[in-house]
């Protein structure tokens, strides 16, 4: 398998649910970032990590914690979401230093808050 | 604060030229993307500026010019698959994109 594949592709959870995205990148690169995308809205940058570190944090809701335990792999845990975090939520990956900076993004994971 | 502007929505024919700007104010620039996206789809990369001028791959072109903060790509004979928002994205001085909200493009034939 190659590039970045996320899972679950759809996911719908209530406000007292407990979920998780996961983001796997086969690419060999050293970062990892997720995104969130809101219709018609700019892309919304969450979480950095650069080799496993965390090195951005846009001020982003506890009620989203990132996790990654390698740098192939990104996690997002969800808890106690509100309708409003709805999104499409997109993982992406590139490597630091290279020419072009150039992130490879992942299909997403369509969430619905209920 | 930091800002990308790009036309929400544009039309254009099949086989015809569409040009879709991005205007931008950053603290810092290190360099231009545009990216494509299909609905329900990822965004793809189509292209990266950082010197001023024009960047040529195959139907597309994309255009910089950093004292003016504007940019452009130019999508030639337009086909169908060209239906797809397009991303404009700035890497401001700490290395992080900043994007704009995307340009719908709609192709009739």
């Known amino acids: 398998e190659t590039g970045v594949t996320q899972t679950p592709r759809h996911l719908v959870m209530g406000m007292t649910n407990k979920k998780s995205l996961k983001c796997e990148q086969h690419l060999g690169h050293n970062a990892m970032y997720w995104y969130k995308q809101s219709a018609k809205k700019p892309l919304e940058l969450m979480f950095v990590?650069?080799?496993?570190?965390?090195?951005e944090n846009n001020s982003v809701p506890s009620r989203f914690s990132p996790e990654c335990p390698n740098s192939s792999h990104l996690f997002l845990h969800l808890h106690t979401l509100q309708p409003e975090d709805s999104a499409l939520y997109l993982c992406a990956s590139s490597q630091e230093g290279a020419s072009s900076y150039e992130q490879y993004f992942g299909p997403g994971t369509r969430l619905t808050v209920t | 604060g930091q800002n990308i502007d790009q036309p929400t929505e544009m039309t254009a024919t099949e086989g015809a030229i569409v040009q879709i700007n991005c205007t931008y104010q950053t603290s810092g620039f290190n360099g231009l993307f545009w990216y494509q996206q299909h609905a329900g789809e990822a965004p793809t990369f189509l292209s990266y500026n950082v010197l001023d001028g024009l960047e040529e791959k195959g139907r597309f072109s994309s255009f910089l010019s950093r004292s003016k903060g504007y940019s452009y790509l130019l999508l030639k004979e337009l086909q169908m698959k060209d239906s797809a928002s397009y991303l404009c994205?700035?890497?401001?001085?700490?290395?992080?994109?900043?994007w704009g909200a995307g340009t719908k493009l709609i192709i009739k034939p």
């Open positions: 994205a700035v890497m401001d001085s700490n290395y992080q994109l900043i």
């Open positions: 990590y650069n080799f496993k570190e965390q090195t």
